[in-house]
């Protein structure tokens, strides 16, 4: 059996989780999300908590159990508490701002970095250069950090350009005169 797979997801109070069939709705204080379980795995709500089941013991229907266990259980999770992504952006005039459901990027290039916002994500800026990025869905919220963060990655040489918050830069020594 798969480890991750057989450990039960407790539901928090506040979170109603439905299953029609294959499709799984989460809902919470947070937000709504709604997923369709694949074809090999299955899920009960029973007691407080959901189990999230296979049928078969090969190696794919494995996977499925342990993969289907880890994505209601973010959902779960997103749905109670939400998820946090920061960045910070470092340069000289380099700078953000939130106007409505668009972010603007002032990233050293001959003109501003638009960025619309989707759904269900909420994005501040603080100082200027400090973005968090909120929201109940995981994976949006990974992906909404890492596409800003693409607009201009950090470079090693003087460390400018938009990195995760704690992230770690690995500087390298410029060209000498000789």
């Known amino acids: ?11 928090p109070p506040k979170v109603k989780v439905e299953v029609k069939g294959q499709k799984v709705h989460v809902e919470g204080p947070k937000g709504k999300l709604d997923w ?4 090999r795995t299955s899920l009960k709500v029973e007691d407080g908590k959901i189990v999230v089941s296979r ?11 342990g993969l289907s266990r880890s994505l209601v259980n973010n959902m779960v999770k997103g749905v109670s508490d939400g998820f946090v992504k920061k960045l910070e952006i470092q340069g000289v005039g380099f700078k953000a701002a939130v106007q409505g459901k668009v972010v603007n990027l002032i990233l050293g290039f001959s003109h501003p970095v638009n960025y619309s916002i989707p759904d269900q994500v909420k994005v501040t800026v603080e100082e200027n250069t400090k973005l968090t990025i909120e929201g109940p869905d995981r994976q949006v919220v990974g992906l909404v950090a890492s596409e800003i963060r693409a607009f201009y990655p950090p470079e090693p040489y003087k ?19 000789q």
């Open 36 to 39: 369709e379980l694949p074809r």
């Open 55 to 65: 049928d078969g013991d090969d190696s794919q229907a494995k996977a499925l159990h």
């Open 159 to 177: 460390g400018k350009g938009v990195r995760y918050a704690g992230e770690h830069v690995e500087r390298k020594e410029g060209k000498t005169v």
């Open 1 to 11: 059996m798969s480890r991750i797979g057989k450990q039960p997801i407790a539901i």
